[in-house]
């Protein structure tokens, strides 16, 4: 093989064996007579003329130039503006590290020539139709099982090399073929989130209100392009960019650059946690810099429910939401106007205290059809089957709720398939916030198939007029009568009846919806943080959460979600980060040099809803997913500022590790003195 080696983990040789020890020693086997060239792992470095080229066709390693926004329109904003608040921002690369690394399973039928895959992922029937297309053969040639997900925040969703290695060493020894990652690979070979370094601008008329936002930069994408990883450096970027807010002009230009790094993916957000950071961090900084209280500034340009439907400069339009509401909300379960005396009590003991209020808007995964498909099996139970999977998000509770509602089925007679690609023909999986939305869609209209379905056979059997049923409670009734039908007895007298021409046989129903159109989660975050300026410790002491997730299936899930966000924004914010040498060594390589965040690190939350339903589907509700994630990491970062402004620091990029804030504060003082 004659090519380059792009970055460290990136695969050439593949061994199979009986065991493990046998493969590692058949690998150490392998020689590799690999030239050294040089290497470039900073995105902005990659971009200038004379930077190492990782392609030949790809000049300056620059494989997408994104704009968005009216240029002259925005200059011109910015050119009259009273005040410009201006920001250089890192938004720091982080390693997924799922609590389960990645694993797979391959087999191949040499009389039907199929492929099988057992794989975590997030979706099988997507998946399947890309892997297909690897392997050059038919959809119905390969088949994807998923079982239980030990965690995948967006990197699972990818066909990684080693399942098409393993794919066709099954096929070539007639047996199945196991590969499993381990911890120290999975950090140089699972795609890698964030890595964003952005120049943030935010133009006010002398009032403070909003002008024009913009943002330039780069973003990384590693050594290769996966299928989504552009989106969340460029266009995620800039549809979450305006928030809650009236900003008339948006524009973004950021070149998404080549690295010799690992490849870059979706993580949990893709793109809206970024952009509701820069925004957010813009904001404060505009408040400061013009001496206007920073609650103010955002009560000046919040978009009142009277705007509503608003089109947004970020080209989508907010169909719902109170966000006032969720803001004096929030201010009063975190009991804000208190933040004096606790932070007086801190001084006392030494210690600094923050505190930071900050708003997000996310537009969920974009319009996608989803598969909606209930069975009624012969023993009484409904299946559901469903396009989106379930990979920690409990999807089989709030789905059976939302089929019982509908249907009148016991809850506990509800089960759910997701898992195998055999069964589900159809859907875009899960990922972007979109589950509730997409398979509730789904579920309704699926529901009303199955009552349109169950009036005709109802009619029948009880030999009335299809208009005289009505339908409630999963009962089929006479109109004015006490005559009626379970509708899991009509399923059975269905299944075992003969039915005449033009009444189904069955209340069966496989049905796609049409595109469900994005959401918009909303809500407000208050972080208080303690810091030891004696050695740089930042402990969050009070940790608020407001939300807008529209309706509500299940409280419980919702808030587990919350939490969840919650903490991986903690681990970006305050300890995460994947580094590199100047030769294109990673530094982080295992978990005694890449730091997680663990149970003390985590404060307890109050958590509070304040929804507006969404108006674009029939339950109204809104994605939740990453919204913990998109309202953490500005006010962990604006709080530990706060407390910093003692020292005159207005300016520090995540993580803001103990070393870091500790030089902040030294490097501080004799400015201060």
Wanted: charged share 20%; glycine share 10%; proline share 6%.
């Amino acid at each position: 093989m004659t090519d380059k080696v792009r970055f460290v983990g990136d695969p050439v040789a593949f061994v199979v064996a009986e065991t493990l020890a046998q493969a590692r020693d058949a690998a150490e086997a392998v020689e590799l007579d690999i030239d050294p060239l040089p290497a470039v792992t900073d995105a902005a470095e990659a971009a200038k003329p004379g930077a190492p080229q990782l392609y030949d066709h790809i000049p300056n390693n620059v494989a997408l130039d994104y704009h968005y926004g009216d240029t002259a329109k925005i200059d011109a904003a910015f050119a009259g503006a009273a005040h410009v608040t201006k920001l250089d921002i890192v938004n720091n690369r982080v390693a997924v590290a799922p609590m389960e690394p990645r694993v797979a399973l391959a087999a191949y039928d040499k009389a039907s020539g199929r492929y099988t895959l057992q794989v975590p992922t997030q979706g099988v029937s997507g998946n399947k139709v890309t892997l297909a297309k690897i392997l050059n053969v038919p959809n119905d040639k390969v088949r994807i099982l998923t079982a239980n997900v030990g965690g995948s925040f967006g990197m699972k969703n990818v066909n990684y090399p080693e399942y098409t290695c393993i794919l066709h060493a099954a096929k070539v020894l007639g047996r199945p073929v196991k590969w499993t990652d381990e911890r120290s690979t999975s950090f140089l070979s699972d795609s890698h989130g964030r890595a964003q370094l952005i120049h943030a601008e935010l133009a006010l008329d002398a009032d403070g209100k909003f002008l024009a936002v913009r943002l330039s930069g780069y973003g990384n994408l590693g050594a290769y392009i996966t299928g989504v990883a552009p989106g969340p450096l460029s266009l995620n970027t800039g549809k979450n960019l305006a928030s809650v807010y009236r900003t008339p002009l948006l524009g973004v230009d950021i070149k998404t650059v080549l690295t010799n790094t690992t490849l870059m993916g979706a993580y949990r957000g893709a793109g809206r946690p970024e952009a509701n950071y820069y925004m957010e961090r813009l904001i404060d900084r505009a408040a400061d810099e013009m001496g206007i209280n920073r609650l103010t500034l955002r009560k000046r340009n919040f978009i009142k429910p009277s705007q509503l439907p608003f089109a947004a400069s970020s080209g989508v339009t907010y169909d719902s939401g109170d966000f006032q509401g969720v803001f004096d909300m929030a201010l009063q379960m975190s009991d804000h106007a208190g933040f004096a005396r606790r932070k007086k009590d801190s001084r006392k003991q030494g210690k600094l205290r923050g505190i930071a209020v900050g708003c997000y808007l996310e537009a969920t995964a974009p319009p996608s059809g989803e598969l909606g498909k209930i069975t009624f099996e012969p023993d009484g139970s409904v299946k559901l089957t469903t396009g989106t999977l379930d990979y920690g998000q409990g999807h089989a509770t709030p789905f059976a709720q939302v089929l019982s509602e509908q249907l009148g089925v016991p809850f506990e007679k509800i089960t759910i398939e997701q898992n195998d690609s055999e069964l589900v023909r159809f859907g875009s999986g899960t990922g972007g916030s979109r589950s509730i939305t997409a398979t509730g869609t789904a579920i309704v209209e699926c529901s009303a198939l199955v009552i349109a379905k169950g009036k005709q056979a109802a009619s029948h059997l009880m030999e009335v007029s299809e208009a005289d049923i009505e339908f409630a409670n999963g009962r089929f009734t006479i109109a004015g009568t006490d005559r009626s039908i379970d509708i899991t007895e009509l399923s059975r007298r269905m299944r075992e009846g003969e039915m005449p021409d033009g009444v189904p046989s069955s209340l069966d129903v496989d049905h796609a919806t049409k595109d469900t159109p994005s959401t918009f989660p909303n809500g407000c975050h208050v972080a208080e943080v303690e810091i030891d300026p004696e050695t740089g410790v930042t402990q969050i002491v009070r940790y608020t959460g407001i939300s807008d997730f529209g309706t509500i299936v299940n409280p419980m899930i919702v808030e587990g979600q919350l939490h969840g966000g919650v903490a991986q924004g903690i681990g970006q914010a305050l300890m995460e980060e994947v580094s590199y040498d100047s030769s294109g060594q990673p530094i982080t390589g295992s978990f005694m040099d890449y730091a997680m965040p663990r149970a003390e690190d985590i404060p307890l939350m109050a958590v509070g809803d304040h929804p507006s339903p969404a108006k674009s589907n029939p339950l109204g509700t809104k994605g939740c997913g990453e919204a913990g994630c998109a309202g953490s990491l500005a006010v962990i970062v604006n709080a530990v500022l706060d407390a910093l402004s003692d020292y005159g620091v207005a300016q520090i990029d995540m993580p803001l590790t103990p070393e870091r804030v500790w030089r902040a504060i030294r490097d501080a003082k004799p400015k201060a003195a």
